[in-house]
């Protein structure tokens, strides 16, 4: 048997109502109207407070997040897990299932999100929280998308690691920019 269809089997027997519950809410952080309004607070509250480079980068990762599951989805055209491994009360998805979206786009925005207010927080343990946090927050909405039966665990652990490398390649990115962008834009002393 597969890692997939082991993972989806075991979770088909160790359902209940109070995980059941746990998991309908934390899928709700990766949806795409929860992550579009986040993104757009996100993005206002960086560019209103004037950190720029933060609401550029903020805008670039998480547009690449959105083409990256379209793009990858529509590539590898992979069929999403079928009723049998699904919860009884989930609405059947037909689009494809690698990677989840959910997943990829929850992944992206914690670790721009950590970006932006790790420079900000001064307190060890605050920045020990943040990226603790976020990554609680990418693994519990994979795990929802595991438990509700709409993603094989494969199309979670490619998602979380996609995300992983383009939120941080565009962190690379912002950061690399915007020193180059600073030395360029230096005055050369004259010469005497």
Do not use: C
């Not at 590898?76 to 959910?102: E, I, K, N």
């Amino acid at each position: 048997m597969s890692l997939d269809h082991s993972v989806a089997t075991y979770i088909d027997h160790h359902r209940s109502a109070a995980l059941t519950h746990v998991a309908w809410f934390v899928t709700g952080f990766g949806n795409e109207v929860t992550i579009a309004l986040v993104t757009v607070a996100l993005i206002a509250v960086t560019y209103w407070r004037g950190w720029h480079r933060d609401a550029l980068m903020v805008f670039v990762g998480m547009g690449g997040s959105v083409s990256l599951i379209f793009g990858l989805k529509h590539l590898v055209q992979r069929s999403r897990p079928g009723a049998q491994f699904r919860l009884p009360t989930a609405a059947a998805d037909h689009s494809y299932s690698f990677p989840s979206g959910h997943t990829l786009d929850a992944t992206v925005f914690v670790i721009l999100l950590v970006a932006v207010l790790l420079p900000r927080v001064s307190r060890p343990g605050a920045q020990i929280a943040a990226v603790l946090g976020a990554a609680l927050v990418a693994l519990g909405v994979g795990a929802s998308r595991l438990y509700l039966g709409y993603h094989w665990a494969t199309d979670v652990i490619g998602a979380l690691v996609i995300g992983s490398a383009w939120g941080l390649s565009v962190i690379w990115w912002s950061r690399t920019w915007t020193v180059s962008n600073e030395a360029a834009a230096e005055p050369v002393p004259a010469r005497r």
